[in-house]
């Protein structure tokens, strides 16, 4: 059931993704599957769809010449703030921050 619903929250990334969906497409109570999520994984269900949403913004941000914000909304953020916000407590720096160490490190035609 939690391999299950972390295959729903990677394949729903970029969306609305709700408890209570994600309970109910597994076929458990939004209740339970919180506990045994955080018992599984040790992470809450909120913090592992930020965390899942921030890894694959820096695959975009690396991969591409996308506006920081077009990320953002395309990983699921709801607002560019939130997303700065919640991509710099998980990566220490800002997505443009992030962008330019790996310019730095991997420059373009090498």
């Not at 059931?1 to 969306?15: F, S």
């Not at 709700?18 to 913090?47: D, M, Q």
């Not at 975009?60 to 939130?82: N, Y």
Request: glycine residues 6%; charged residues 25%.
């Amino acid at each position: 059931m939690i391999w299950r619903t972390r295959k729903l929250i990677h394949e729903h990334l970029g969306e609305k993704l709700a408890l209570s969906w994600l309970a109910r497409t597994v076929h458990i109570s939004p209740t339970y599957l919180s506990e045994k999520f955080k018992e599984v994984t040790g992470e809450n269900i909120v913090c592992y769809i930020a965390r899942a949403r921030v890894e694959q913004a820096k695959q975009l941000l690396s991969d591409g010449d996308r506006r920081v914000s077009e990320i953002a909304f395309a990983v699921g953020f709801q607002s560019l703030s939130q997303f700065n916000r919640v991509f710099k407590k998980f990566s220490g720096g800002s997505p443009s921050q992030y962008r330019s160490a790996k310019a730095r490190v991997f420059p373009q035609g090498r």
